[in-house]
């Protein structure tokens, strides 16, 4: 990889960071926690007005047709400052699919609004399997005149009670083979037979079960193919994951400069704790697996913007992600005492966000064992140049 990032992409990442310290921060999070909605409507409408909602939308449909790499960046500043907001959930599970899926039709009524007005959307794909598998899409979609009706249960969808659209995985054919036969409908969370309740997580962070019972939705709102859903919740599984790996490197970020900071500020035997070789040995291993978390999710954001996507790319840095912020955050909270494990501290924050992250798009067994797919199945180099062995 030869990338560096431009002055444009250092200009959107000190853009965001300093818009995140203003608007959002550690104390807001805190009161977040107890907001009904899980995330701050005045701040989501700043936003709108900055464009960052649109940023990787066409221009076409209001954006600012950003790349995947500034992408990658605006997420990194999220997790930077534990942003408590559906953008992930819209963006990156629904924008993203819109664009490289939806008709002209599904465009012109849908991403104008994600970008110009701040729609909320989320995906609803997990139910009670929960294990990203094909054959965990059981919600029943059967075809009734133009429409379809749809009957079943989503669980830990995120911010569905205050979405505007969501897009919904069901099964309209069955058969031996369980990719085949999935289908993405965009449907409005206000029909007819849609029931939402939040379920209470240790993060509070908007997820909601989703209750179908006979939900009418019509052709038109058939995102893809029918029967072909199972390729677009791979590409948002693969790009979502990636984009989550971002995210949790900015967090794991922040966390060890929190941790630093600490050990330079807390004294024992009259010197900082930093000074002992012991404290410095913990914080250079937190850092060495940070430099490896960021570059994994640098070069991964930079092959899918050349439109070059790696699946073992994206599936390292989740499963790096997942175990280097739980790490770090372990780490930091060792360094600050008994103390740090409560929400009091900021580290304690972040500890929370760990928790909530690691499944999302894939825990770190998925992303270990499609790394080993993708291993198994690669051509080394100097068989590529020399051929195999005679």
């Known amino acids: 990889m030869d990338y560096t990032i431009g ?29 009904p909605k899980a995330y701050d409507a005045k701040m989501w409408k700043k936003m709108v007005k900055l464009g960052f909602q649109g940023l ?33 959930a819209t963006i990156a599970l629904c924008a993203l699919p819109l664009i490289a899926y939806g008709n002209d039709e599904q465009k012109e009524n849908y991403l104008p ?24 899409i059981q919600l029943s979609a059967v075809a009734d005149g133009d429409e379809y009706l749809l009957n079943g249960t989503k669980i830990f969808v995120p911010y569905a009670h205050v979405a505007n659209m969501m897009l919904v995985a069901g099964r309209t054919s069955e058969g031996d083979d369980p990719p085949k036969g999935i289908t993405l409908f965009a ?9 939402i309740e939040i379920i209470p997580t240790v993060a509070r962070d908007g997820r909601c079960e989703v209750v179908f019972e006979n939900v009418r939705v019509a052709q038109a709102a058939i995102l893809g193919q029918i029967d072909r859903g199972w390729e677009i919740l791979d590409e948002i599984q693969q790009q979502g994951a990636l ?32 000074s002992y070789q012991g404290v410095q040995f913990r914080l250079v291993d937190m850092l060495t697996s940070l430099d490896s978390l960021k570059y994994l999710v640098y070069n991964g954001a930079w092959q899918v913007s050349v439109g070059e996507p790696s699946r073992l790319l994206n599936s390292s840095a989740k499963a790096k992600a997942n175990e280097v912020y739980d790490d770090i955050c372990h780490h930091g909270i060792y360094l600050h005492g008994a103390i740090g494990w409560t929400e009091e501290m900021d580290i304690g924050l972040y500890h929370l966000r ?37």
Not at 247 to 266: P, V
Not at 357 to 375: F, K, P, Q, V
């Open 243 to 274: 984009l989550k790996a971002a995210e949790m490197s900015g967090g794991a970020q922040a966390a060890f400069e929190i941790t630093l900071n600490y050990t330079k500020e807390r004294k024992q035997f009259d010197k900082p704790i930093g």
């Open 113 to 136: 609004g994600i970008a110009e007005k701040g729609d909320i959307w989320t995906l609803a794909r997990t139910e009670a399997q929960a294990d990203n598998s094909p054959s965990e």
């Open 354 to 390: 760990t928790r909530s992250m690691i499944y999302d798009c894939g825990g770190t067994d998925l992303h270990l064992e499609s790394i080993a797919c993708e291993l198994e199945n690669d051509v080394p180099d100097f068989i590529k140049l020399y051929g195999p062995a005679s």
């Open 7 to 35: 002055k444009e992409q250092e200009m959107l990442r000190k853009s965001a960071r300093e818009f995140f310290e203003k608007e959002c921060p550690k104390d807001k999070v805190r009161e977040l926690k107890s907001e």
């Open 56 to 88: 990787i939308i066409p221009e076409a449909y209001g954006g600012m047709d950003g790349d995947f790499v500034e992408l990658a960046l605006f997420m990194e500043e999220v997790g930077r400052n534990i942003v408590p907001m559906p953008y992930y």
């Open 187 to 195: 449907v409005d969370p206000k029909s007819e037979g849609v029931k």
